[in-house]
DNA sequence: TTGCTCCTCACGTCACGTGAGGTGGC
DNA sequence: TTGCTCCTCACGTCACGTGAGGTGGC
């Protein structure tokens, strides 16, 4: 008497529902059955099952198996292209290892672009939402620069006033913020030259970029917050944050 | 105005329906609508949404991800589990690689366990078969002692005329067969003393051993070299192939 | 009126896993 | 009669892709 379903699958490595699929989708051919219908296997159809469960760990598609046939060529063209895959496979793989490292080094929140690793760390929330847009809509070397200013630079005093600041601070309070964050930003930007064109390489477009940074700042910060980053660029008539 | 749905998508580096599954699975909380009934969303859906394509990007399932929750907590532990999990997968593509380079350096046939990459290259079909079943049922250790003998031996002419044999040879000509290739086989007995307990550790246990390799010859070899097989068993009583 | 965007079903993908419900031989 | 194996549907999984069919603002 011949192989039952279950003993084909066992002896393949396999499962009873996986010889099944191969069935149902043609890959493997339906052998003769029994007066009560049971499957009766032989040898030849071990050895198909036996190939196709061998291609199946090294990584082949069901569809791709099918399409080798069923003959005993040597597919030298698919194993290298498989090869070339799963090379390809592997580094994506060490590459976001690599990134991994980097954040649970850094202790860097998970919705910040990795760039930002070095960062210093005390950011508000709003502030690190902020970042966290702005991250996204910059090019790749303008994010690069972004996050080189923010590793450098030291958290002021200023930036812990601006954070702090209530809705309702008055007049003098917020003119004189936006004076001494003025002068800062026109240091920043005599250091790191980049600031000074920040958002001239964006991957949504200037206009949709500016749109973007407004709409964050529009919904991150309160009133008064707002209205000294106005003030701010009265008094330093360039592009920031 | 706030942002559309295709803008959210665009703005975070993903496509409109991946959004619409996170509302499906509610990992992403919807925004209101407008009169019209077009969804706007606001930075707190960019950060949300940002933080979800990060951690897909990583690798982490949707699952996974609303298990993490929406809090900005930093899920080192997670990221370390997720990072032990790419390093799994990193080596077994590894291995695979290693394995497709041993095939592709042999030009061994796909259905046959890689330990044979070395062994001497012409097999008939039905020997090819005859190994590839063997090599299923037999354990890891019994294997390599298998394909180290394969590999050490070159082919001699009985194995031809074994092969050769037709399905009517006469008497004279299979017994004088049996008894070259018994001697053979008791050379190679010596040469490698595993032959001589071959099948004593087996994947199926020794009665489906017996079985399976009974059924394998009764398919693959014709009823003189069936017939052959037994006279070299009379001549040299011990388990052999 | 035409074109573009938005919306909600709802089926398809891939390789099976997992019952559901029924039959056959000891 | 009970327990075990075998069988065939057929839905579920995962993260969306891809139309199908309809509406709303310029």
New interface residues.
Partial sequence: M??STREIA????TSLRAVRHYHDIGLLPEPERRSNGYKQY???H??RL??IT??V???FSLHQIADLGDG?E???EA??A??AD??R??EQ??R??A???E??GS?????LPSEFAGARKEFS?AD??FI??IG??LGKKERAAYAELLTDEARMESDDDFDALPADADETTRQELAERLAAEVRRLSEQFPAVKTLGAETT?GPRRYRE?LD??IG??YNPAQRDVMRRMRLIYPKENG
């Fill in positions: 011949a192989w066992e002896l393949a490595g032989g040898v030849t071990l050895m036996l190939r061998k291609l760990t090294l990584g005993d040597h597919p030298a194993l290298r498989l090869d799963l090379a496979q592997i793989r060490q976001l290892r990134e991994l490292a954040i649970l202790g860097l929140a998970t919705d929330e690190r939402n966290a847009v996204r809509v949504v973007t709409r964050a919904e991150l």
